[in-house]
């Protein structure tokens, strides 16, 4: 269970907050939801202008009604005239109701507003997320197999989840509102300077201090966002390899090793936490002491304007109520910019999985698989490495006839699989050609070509989901009957019989609570109801007990019978009963004959058999 090294290297290269191009593909995520994205823009515009008349009527009720004598100022003239506008009185205790009644008004119409605003960026940002998750999973199932044996499954997963969520939180709490803060900034700053010129920039002056800090925030919060990320994907990658393999690990007695490498892990991913709070523990109540002195200044220079009778109070309590909201968005906005950052850094590993198109794809204009298919299988000296140094098939040659069953013998490694997997195009060979029914497979539709193919590959995979579910492949167009006959036709039928629900029996996650012969049995099943021409099966090598060996045998007999088969055989009943065994030794083919010919011959078959396959058959 080696980490693999770039895993960790590709979640440590984030990129930069602000990317053109990215930001381009991430709007064009969202145009599908655009009457959304209008919708809670215009909200949002609303709103900011809303929120941004509380300081005003309060500057008001005190320049116009409570203490009249005073100077009037820009914030009493906008709601005198707004107040004359709408025919309410402007002065006296009637006066101060009408002000009054525009300030719920403005309070209950931005609650509203908000409401509205949140319920429709949420439609946006969900509806991106589904989108994407969709795209992604649709792109994982058509890529290629190659990508998985590259790529750890935990990555993946990281895309599907995480990276996903880091761009819902971009469209639901990170774009909008980004907006709405520099709406509000631009509305404060225009309006301080109409309310006091100088008494606005002196406000300003204490923002210079404030950007330094968040400048300083920004880049400390970056690097230690990054760390974290690396963690915390060191941290599942972890946990996904021990909770999927928890059996080795306890049959390995490895609990306490493990324990022990996750306690490493695990404290880096806290001190990673630790760093990155540190620069939040400062950041905020610096801002904090910053606009305190803000604050102080204006009360000082602002009492000293009203002393002079250069300026009215109501004036100078907007001041400082307007100060407090400019801070505010100011220190949300470094908030956002982390957002925005994840976001950018997320989507950059979206599009890029997204961006590599299988290369084992359909050619423009697939040539459609004959009819009536024959099944007849060539391959011509095929070469084949999984990394081009290291060759695994060094020119491999064999035709399978119609009908026929060609069995591959050989050791561990020597390429059996390999030989398969390149017959169902999960990979495409160096050289040579693989030919179906004398057609280049490269001609076909990968598609159309497999589904024409029933296979049974070594490692049983069943999914969550019931027997009958399960020998369908999920297919309602699959009549009942079919699923029952190839069921019953591998020798299931005890077996349906015995376990509640039958055919409907629930079965767990991976096929958990059925006997490997009985999850084999399953397999066979499913590739037996297709009725495929070609078979192709990679025989599992697990004991089982005698009686379902026996099964099993009866079983692949019946698969193999009246169709192509290609058969990376252990069981000495199916390869005696090959039309032609193959043996393969280092890559390529060493013999070629039946069972008793290449006994007779007292080759490298010969000694096998003598080795190896005598004992099996003795101790089944
Ligand atoms: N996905 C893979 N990536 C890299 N090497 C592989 C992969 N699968 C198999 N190999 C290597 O290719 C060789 C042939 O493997 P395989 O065809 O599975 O052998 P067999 O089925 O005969 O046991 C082995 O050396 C194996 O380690
Ligand atoms: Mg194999």
Redesign the pocket.
Known sequence: MAETPDIHQEEEALGKAIDLRLMGRLFRLAVPYKKYVLGSLAVLLLESAVGLAGPLLTAAAIDLILAPKAARDVASAIVHRSLTWLGLPTQGTAGLGAIALLFLASTVAAFFLTVLMILWTSQMGQGVMYDLRTRIFGHLQRADISVY?RTPVGRLMTRLTTDVDALNELFTSGFVSLLGDVAVLGGIVALLFALNASLAAITFGVLLPMLFVTNWFRKGARDTYRDVRTRIARVNSFLQEHVSGVAVVQLFRQERRSLERFAVVNDEHRKANIRSIFYYAIFYPALDFLSAIGMAAIVAYGGWLVMRGRMSVGAVVAFLQYSKRFYRPLMDLSEKYNILQAAMASSERIFKLLDSPPRIAAPPSPVPVPEPFRGDVVFERVKFG?NPDEP?LKGINFHAETGKTVAFV?A???????ILSLLLRFYDPLAGRILVDGIDVKAFDPVAMRSRFGIVLQDTFLFSGTIAENVSFFDPKMPRKKIEEACLEVGLGPLLSRIPGGLDAKLAERGGGLSVGEKQLVSFARALARDPRILILDEATSSVDPETEAKIEEAISRLLTGRTSLV?AHRLSTIVRADRILV?SHGEIRESGTHAELLERGGVYARLYALQLKDREAAA
Not at 412 to 418: L, P, V
């Open positions: 044996d999984y695994v050989g561990t490694g020597s390429g059996k699989s390999t990376v393969v």
